[in-house]
C-alpha cells in the first residue's frame, strides 16, 4: 500500500515542486521606483512587478517631497495616499484600469464612506476587489494605508 501510494502522489509532488522553483527567476522581478511617490521608509521597495502583476507596498499620505504626512481629513489622506499609488501605478506602465486588488487600512471605520468616495472618483468604471480592514493605529499616526495589485498592460 505504501509502495502504491508512493508512486502515486510522488511524481505530482516533484512537479509541484519544480514548478515552483523555475516559474520565476531573479531576473522576472522588476523593482518600481518613483520619484513622485514617497521614498520606501524601510527595507521594502515603493512597488514590484512579478510574473504580470504589480505589488505596491502599503502607501499612506506622505507627501513625496518633503516625506511627511500630510495634514488633513481624511478625504485629504485618502487623496495623497492614492496620488502616491498613482504614481507608482504610472511607474509601472499601469493606470487604475489594470487594478485588480486593493487593500485599506483604516483607525477609524466611521471615515469609510469619505475613503470610499476618494476610491470610487479614481478607479472610474474599474471595479477592483477590495478589503477593509479596521485596525488599531498605523505607522506614524496615519489614519489609513493602502496597497494593491495591478494587472500589467500587455
Same mark, same amino acid.
Given at each position: 500500500m505504501a509502495r502504491y501510494v508512493f508512486r502515486l502522489f510522488f511524481p505530482a509532488l516533484l512537479v509541484t515542486l519544480v514548478g515552483c522553483s523555475t516559474t520565476q527567476s531573479p531576473t522576472d522581478i522588476r523593482i518600481i521606483a518613483v520619484p513622485n511617490a514617497p521614498k520606501a521608509a524601510g527595507p521594502y521597495s515603493q512597488g514590484v512587478v512579478a510574473n504580470g502583476f504589480l505589488f505596491t507596498a502599503g502607501s499612506t499620505p506622505r507627501d513625496p517631497v518633503t516625506n511627511q504626512n500630510i495634514q488633513g481629513d481624511i478625504t485629504a489622506q485618502s487623496a495623497r495616499t492614492f496620488d502616491n499609488l498613482e504614481a507608482i501605478l504610472a511607474g509601472a506602465g499601469c493606470s487604475w484600469k489594470d487594478v485588480v486588488k486593493v487593500t485599506v487600512y483604516m483607525t477609524n !471605520? =466611521? #471615515?469609510?464612506?469619505?475613503? @470610499? *468616495? %476618494?476610491?470610487?472618483? $479614481? %478607479?472610474? #468604471? @474599474?471595479?477592483?476587489? $477590495?478589503?477593509?480592514? +479596521? %485596525?488599531?493605529? !498605523?505607522?506614524? +499616526? &496615519? =489614519? !489609513? *494605508?493602502? #496597497? !494593491? &495589485? =495591478?494587472?500589467?498592460?500587455r
Amino acid at each position: 500500500m505504501a509502495r502504491y501510494v508512493f508512486r502515486l502522489f510522488f511524481p505530482a509532488l516533484l512537479v509541484t515542486l519544480v514548478g515552483c522553483s523555475t516559474t520565476q527567476s531573479p531576473t522576472d522581478i522588476r523593482i518600481i521606483a518613483v520619484p513622485n511617490a514617497p521614498k520606501a521608509a524601510g527595507p521594502y521597495s515603493q512597488g514590484v512587478v512579478a510574473n504580470g502583476f504589480l505589488f505596491t507596498a502599503g502607501s499612506t499620505p506622505r507627501d513625496p517631497v518633503t516625506n511627511q504626512n500630510i495634514q488633513g481629513d481624511i478625504t485629504a489622506q485618502s487623496a495623497r495616499t492614492f496620488d502616491n499609488l498613482e504614481a507608482i501605478l504610472a511607474g509601472a506602465g499601469c493606470s487604475w484600469k489594470d487594478v485588480v486588488k486593493v487593500t485599506v487600512y483604516m483607525t477609524n !471605520l =466611521a #471615515d469609510f464612506s469619505k475613503m @470610499n *468616495e %476618494v476610491m470610487a472618483a $479614481r %478607479v472610474g #468604471d @474599474n471595479k477592483p476587489a $477590495r478589503s477593509t480592514v +479596521g %485596525v488599531a493605529s !498605523l505607522p506614524t +499616526g &496615519v =489614519a !489609513l *494605508e493602502v #496597497d !494593491l &495589485v =495591478a494587472k500589467l498592460p500587455r
